[in-house]
C-alpha cells in the first residue's frame, strides 16, 4: 500500500520559512507527478504547487499565482522525496499541507485534485506573529 508522510510544518512568523517534505513508501516519487495542496479551515482544498513525473532530463513544475517566487518545489531523487520550500510566508498560507501522487507515470502536473491518486494526511503549517 502506497503511503505518502509529510513533514516540516509548524507555526512561523510572517516573513519566515519552512520547508516541507512529503516521502513515501512502497512508492517511486520521481516517476510520478507530486503535488502540494492546503486547506485553511472553512475553504476548500487548493493546488500549491507540483512536479511532473521524471521525464529524462526534463521536469516541469506548476505554481498557483499567490506563491510565486515564494514557493519552490524541488525533488530529492536518492532520499526519495519531494519538498516544498516555503518562503516569505505570510499569514493566508496558514493551513494544513498535503502532499499527492499520481498512480500513472511520466504524467505532466497540474493542481487539479482530480489529478491524484495518493494522499497524504497533511502538516500544519501557522504563519503568525
Known amino acids: 500500500q502506497v503511503q505518502l508522510v509529510e513533514s516540516g510544518g509548524g507555526l512561523v512568523q510572517p516573513g519566515g520559512s519552512l520547508r516541507l517534505s512529503c516521502s513515501a513508501s512502497?512508492?517511486?516519487?520521481?516517476?510520478?507527478?507530486v503535488g502540494w495542496f492546503r486547506q485553511a479551515p472553512g475553504k476548500e482544498r487548493e493546488g500549491v504547487s507540483c512536479i511532473s513525473g521524471y521525464f529524462g532530463h526534463e521536469t516541469t513544475t506548476s505554481y498557483r499565482d499567490s506563491v510565486k517566487g515564494r514557493f519552490t518545489i524541488s525533488r530529492d531523487t536518492v532520499k526519495n522525496t519531494v519538498y516544498l520550500q516555503m518562503n516569505s510566508l505570510k499569514p493566508e498560507d496558514t493551513a494544513a499541507y498535503y502532499c499527492?501522487?499520481?498512480?500513472?507515470?511520466?504524467?505532466?502536473?497540474?493542481?487539479?485534485?482530480?489529478?491524484?491518486?495518493?494522499w497524504g494526511r497533511g502538516t500544519p503549517v501557522t504563519v503568525s506573529s
Open positions: 512502497r512508492f517511486t516519487l520521481d516517476d510520478h507527478a
Open positions: 499527492a501522487a499520481t498512480q500513472n507515470e511520466y504524467v505532466l502536473c497540474d493542481l487539479s485534485i482530480s489529478l491524484y491518486d495518493y
